[in-house]
């Protein structure tokens, strides 16, 4: 009756300076399709340059690409925001580009930003350096997110260093969040026992992937009537026997 | 040392109004993640960072610290003071970087 949607919604493109060149679009897609990922968020940091490539391919695909960014706050949270269309998450770039220090990426340290079509043709390279804060707090970029309809999830929430829970000790109560993710350094069962004050939220686990190796990781499972942001966003909250489940 | 006397010293901005500033200042700490801090602050410590959000003001309520100190004149949302105002917890303004601040307060207080 309900469909069962294997998910990772936290994939890096070669974008981000500190993914591998092999993660171009053709790749990601078909390491999901082997691994029978149907949910996949693409989301890397600061930035959607490489989510329109991903989109066009993914309609030879049977799998549902979530538009995403990965957002550093300027308390250095990082903060996976998904959207259902690509118009969405290209405004919320423009929130974030517009709010990013005007510094130059240099590929020698951090490595190299490609922005590339659905093969890997390599189509130019983004300067602004990506990996940094931007100049919003986690509440500004919260209900930018939502006000554009968009999911707001802190992003590997057991890590020490950039996530919610290091940077800003505890999630406020009057901040608007749709889950929380936690990363593959914690297995299911030490993250619940571990993290007990936080099982209120909905949870999810991603392999934050730099590589296609690193996608194995595959635990999230959603239960659909079918595969669409809509019913996505109803299994977080619950709703009509709609589900997010971590398998162990 | 009297937290006015610090303020004094180190030319702090007090940007909360209803705060107790009649209290003692035992040591210094300085970090800007608040889970660290929250593990290793002790209390009547002043807090040197440049962390803003809301929830400095909880950890420092939490751990009892004596003032927060928010340096290099990092934006304050009136959120958070409002919540400083609420909780009783001075939060000062400075424009130095954290290691003036610390250097300067580390010859002003006793050490341990």
Redesign the interface.
Known sequence: MYLECPADLHVHTCLSPCASDEMIPINILNMADLLGTKILGICDHNSAGNVEAMLKLAQDYDILVIPGIEVQSVEEVHLLCLFENIDQVLELQEYVYGALPSIKNNPQYFGHQWLVDERGNILGEEDRMLVTSISLTVDEVAAKVHELQGIIIPAHVDRKHFSIIGQLGFIPDNLSIDAIEFSRAISPEDFKSNFKHLLNYPLITSSDAHSLQEMVYQKTCFLLKELSFKEILMALRGLEGRKVLIRD | MKLSEVQNRLGLKLVTKITNLDRDVAGGYAS???????AHAKENDIWITI?S???IV??ASLLNLAAIIVAEGANI?D?TIQKAEQENIPIYSSDKSIYELCGILYNLLPGE
Do not use: F, K, P
């Open positions: 800007d993640l608040l889970s660290w801090v929250m962390q959000h809301q929830n909880a950890v949302d959120s």
